[in-house]
């Protein structure tokens, strides 16, 4: 963890592939998350590097999920990380090359887990029922953000799962510093329209 916070873009819309990325960044998204599953590594890295070549021209920082030494060879922003994931990554290594770290968290123990590493922010999901895959957690809720909250201090924390416009201000104000979003703008109709709603909207928070 730096002496200095990274301050985190209240809106960080998650994707599947680079593709996503060239839709969305060059609308004023600053920091957005690559996740990608499925895919074979050189395959992981290539979209890496598409990725961070998007993101380079248009000032967004790129986050990395789960493929750690991907991060370390492309250079990107941030790697994110679950539970299982924290336990075999080289967090030295990722620290050394100057790579922020983001972990996912659900529970008490989790949080402890994630503290220990020196993590850059703190995830906490799913805030609300989410549809985008089964999850063995119950919706957190408001005031599990706002007891993360008094928990982690200066350190941001990242709100995940079943975000919308309509409960982002509520999520705000609980304490989160960054609303994770995935599938509201995926489903929506017009997917760039929504997420020009959620700039306006995290902008005047």
């Known amino acids: 963890m730096t002496s200095e916070q990274p301050k985190l873009a ?27 599953k499925d895919a074979s590594p050189a395959e992981v890295a290539a979209e890496t590097k598409r990725a961070l070549t998007i993101c380079r021209e248009n000032n967004c920082q790129l986050v990395l999920n789960d493929y750690w030494e991907t991060a370390l060879d492309t250079g990107t922003d941030y790697i994110h990380l679950g539970q299982d994931d924290l336990r075999t990554a080289d967090l030295e290594a990722i620290k050394l090359a100057g790579i922020k770290l983001g972990v996912s968290t659900h529970d008490e123990a989790e949080l402890g887990t994630a503290l220990a590493a020196e993590p850059d922010y703190v995830a906490l999901g799913p805030i609300y029922e989410t549809k985008l895959k089964a999850m063995p957690w119950a919706p957190q809720g408001l005031e599990k953000i706002r007891k993360w909250r008094s928990k982690l201090g200066g350190l941001p924390l990242v709100a995940i799962g079943g975000l919308t416009p309509e409960r982002a201000a509520g999520v705000f104000e609980a304490g989160a510093d960054s609303l994770a979003v995935i599938t509201d703008f995926f489903t929506a109709a017009d997917p760039e329209a929504r997420v020009e709603q959620w700039l306006r909207l995290s902008q005047a928070q």
Do not use: H, S
């Not at 998650?14 to 600053?30: N, S």
């Open 10 to 36: 209240r809106f960080y819309p998650v994707v599947p592939d680079a593709g996503w990325l060239e839709r969305i960044v060059p609308l004023g998204v600053k920091l957005v998350q690559l996740r990608i």
